[in-house]
């Protein structure tokens, strides 16, 4: 069972990252637009920043 | 309805806004749907040179320009995007309140975090399940699980419930129990056991329950937050969409734009054809007709000249006009109607929702059953430890989350059934009030009719010749007359004379169209048709008769209310003969003609005072006020803004089928709601006794909990399903 005390913080550090990693991508305003970035892909140099 | 800006030369600089050096101009793109809308828009503009930057948002189609610093040219850029085919509106950002959407942001991330905690406590909590079935798992190790999950959890809960947490503090300190006072009072004291429990090394720790029940809740929080946010949106556009500026001529007789709310009393104004009249005035100078339809639902434009008195958000149509202002913006005939609207919403939000009912009178049983077993536990000699377990078993397992679930996940899934048939549904307190609906109040212009002219003439030997001129006019008569030609060639010289129709030359004749003594004739044949006349110099005037058009589908929409036992009135600002054709071709028996916006309001209220439950359908500004006081209210989009920000469902212009439908989907929308309710109770009715008799376990409550809630979701995803 020793392996627990490994594997658990483990485990967890992963799914806080993706939380943080989540946390930092609605922050960043990339969910403000979701149609319009699903056009932008389309569009050959468009300005594909989010908007600030 | 977009303004329209008929000159693109219009001064429009009122609209720029500067914050520090950078100018920028917020505007409000409808017709771009698509990614090839947003390429054309983004490239064309940012090749203007004044142009820094342009972005175009396609969610919520707007637009927002960052000029060159010293540049900045609106009317330029709303001319460039009409040159391109798409309408725009300037709006005023700050008063967008869904901008930045914080509180969204906050539910969010609330929700993701409960997602976060919920799974990964729940990692640790199946072991501890496990040794329920006598599966082995050592005592240290147990603590281990126990502690671990605690971590976790504790700290995710507290994050995650905040949103309840204040709102119950808030609903506490003024005096009332809202339905996050029993969510939070059982959040923090299941926290609170568990922690207890494994301190002491005891048998049940709850922490997975707690995170998933906030985590459940928060998706039915979110789901009602992002209709409501919808509704508002839409709501906080229209306020902050700017009608066009008006333009004051100075002391020197220069016009000058100007906001409307700077116009004082007393200030010259210019009104150009195809602009609102800004504010209540009187003419100094100038001849024209004002299309008032909107204002009082009258189908017929007015001529006015020197000395009447015009009213605010009339249509100028066909001459340049010089007003003396009466009143200031804030005490013209328009902001008067705009404070019912505010007196009719105040009194619509006393509305008690279906869930908050529920709220009442569910939030009082629980919290009794639970202090019961408290004592009841302790009267049969339990020990204070197992009684306060028991209590909590009992909070946890008839947690209302079901219940905060049950209303949101319908509603949600009606309105965007709706959103699809074209109805934009702006408050699921808007459904439940649809659905008790008995008595319809429609106005004419504009939603029983198309509330536009239409030639009745077609097969007339002048059509031709005479669109030939009407191509020349922005009046709706000769737009009517011009439609129902067709593409055709313009007549050469045409002039337009105000108030009394155009001259020109076609096929090389000079010919007149317009008024009957305009055209040369003294025939005065009172109808309730418009008319026009038409004629080459020199020959007899033709007639040219116009009248407004049922909509296609007015007689079924009628039928099929009525066949839903829904008696049906029409309250019209217009006069009586096109009223009662109207009501005589629908079979409506009950009507009134000429009725002033005060007293439809003043009706709505009667309505509401005698307890009928009313849905008022209308589109003009005359509208508003009793759309407001109306129990629930409908606007057909091509409405004046004013009027779909006081409705509470908008339809697009398509049909009045609308009404049917949105009507149906509301009442199975309520159903399904009820039978949620239900479902809760009967669920309660069984899991309450077990929970107090000690037979609950932490893997039953999850078990039950997350059952319980799937089967209230999935029941209410058959509102989408049907159809």
């Known amino acids: ?52 | 309805m977009a303004v329209t800006y008929p000159e693109a030369g219009a001064d429009l600089s009122a609209f720029v806004r500067r914050d520090g050096g950078a100018a920028r101009l917020d505007l409000l793109v409808p017709g771009a749907r698509c990614a090839g809308c947003l390429a054309k828009i983004e490239l064309e503009l940012a090749a203007e040179p004044s142009v820094e930057a342009a972005r175009l948002n396609l969610t919520t189609r707007k637009l927002s320009v960052t000029f060159r610093t010293g540049k900045a040219e609106p009317a330029r850029i709303i001319g460039r995007l009409n040159a391109l085919g798409y309408a725009a509106t300037p709006f005023d950002p700050a008063k967008a309140a869904a901008e930045r959407d914080r509180e969204g942001r906050r539910l969010i991330l609330a929700l993701a975090v409960a997602g976060f905690g919920a799974m990964n406590t729940m990692m640790f909590s199946v072991p501890l399940w496990a040794g329920l079935f006598g599966q082995e798992l050592g005592p240290a190790s147990r603590t281990l699980m126990m502690w671990l999950s605690g971590a976790v959890a504790l700290p995710c809960a507290l994050f995650a419930g905040m949103p309840f947490f204040q709102s119950a503090w808030r609903s506490l300190r003024a005096g009332r129990a809202n339905m996050d006072v029993p969510i939070s009072v059982g959040v923090l004291l299941t926290l609170g056991v568990s922690l207890q429990e494994t301190l002491l090394h005891g048998r049940d720790a709850y922490f997975d329950a707690a995170v998933s029940l906030l985590f459940l809740l928060l998706v039915g929080r979110w789901l009602d937050h992002r209709l409501r946010l919808r509704a508002q949106g839409a709501a906080a556009d229209l306020l902050a969409l700017q009608s066009a500026p008006g333009v004051r001529l100075d002391a020197a007789g220069h016009p000058v734009s100007v906001p409307v709310a700077d116009l004082r009393a007393g200030d010259l104004v210019l009104v150009r054809p195809g602009e609102r009249v800004p504010i209540d005035a009187r003419v100094e100078d100038g001849a024209s007709e004002l299309d008032a339809s909107l204002l009082t639902g009258e189908t017929m434009p007015q001529p006015v000249r020197p000395g009447l008195h015009v009213r605010g958000g009339a249509l100028n149509l066909s001459g340049t006009l010089t007003l003396r202002a009466l009143a200031s913006a804030e005490d013209s005939a328009l902001a008067g109607l705009a404070r019912l609207v505010d007196a009719g919403a105040q009194s619509r939000s006393r509305y008690v929702r279906l869930a908050d009912k529920a709220a009442a009178l569910y939030v009082p049983i629980v919290h009794t059953l639970a202090a019961a077993t408290f004592l009841g536990a302790c009267a049969f000699g339990l020990g204070a430890r197992e009684a306060i377990i028991r209590a909590v078993a009992v909070l946890i397992i008839t947690c209302p989350c079901a219940l905060g679930l049950a209303v949101p996940a319908v509603q949600i899934t009606a309105s965007a059934r709706l959103f699809r048939k074209g109805v934009l549904v702006k408050s699921g307190a808007a459904l439940e009030r649809l659905a008790e609906v008995r008595h319809v109040v429609f106005d004419k212009t504009g939603v029983l009719t198309e509330g536009r002219p239409v030639l009745l003439d077609a097969d007339s030997p002048v059509l031709a010749p005479a669109a030939q001129l009407a191509r020349a006019s922005h009046h709706p008569l000769a737009q009517a007359l011009a439609r129902a030609a067709g593409e055709g060639p313009i007549a050469r010289s045409a002039q337009e004379v105000s108030g009394q129709g155009l001259t020109g030359l076609v096929d090389g004749r000079p010919a007149r169209l317009g008024r009957a003594g305009f055209v040369g004739t003294d025939i005065d044949v009172p109808s309730s048709e418009s008319e026009l006349w038409f004629a080459f110099d020199g020959e007899q005037p033709s007639r040219l008769r116009f009248s407004d058009r049922l909509r296609p589908d007015a007689a079924a929409t009628v039928a099929a209310l009525k066949a839903r036992a829904i008696s049906i009135e029409i309250l019209s600002g217009d006069a009586e003969a096109p009223v009662a054709d109207v009501a005589r071709m629908l079979g409506i028996t009950r009507w009134r003609a000429g009725v002033t916006p005060e007293a439809k309001a003043e009706a709505m209220k009667g309505l509401a005072g005698f307890g009928v439950k009313t849905l008022m359908v209308g589109d003009g500004l005359n509208d508003t006020a009793a759309l407001a006081h109306a129990h629930c209210a409908m606007a057909p989009g091509a409405a004046l803004d004013a009027a779909q920000s006081a409705a509470d469902l908008v339809f697009s212009a398509e049909g009045l089928q609308a009404v049917v439908e949105a009507y149906d989907i509301a009442r199975s929308a309520r159903t399904l709601a009820l039978e949620n309710f239900g479902f809760s109770a009967l669920y309660n009715l069984v899991a309450a006794p077990a929970a107090m008799l000690g037979l609950i376990n932490p893997f039953v409550a999850a078990l039950a909990m997350s059952g319980s809630s799937l089967a209230v979701t999935l029941n209410a995803l058959r509102t989408g399903a049907k159809r």
């Open chain 1, 1 to 52: 069972m020793n392996i627990l005390v490994f594997l658990a913080p483990f485990s967890l550090g992963l799914g806080l990252m993706a939380l943080a990693a989540f946390a930092w991508s609605l922050r960043a305003n990339q969910y403000d637009d979701p149609e319009g970035d699903a056009a932008r892909i389309l569009i050959d140099d468009a300005d594909d920043r989010p908007p600030v």
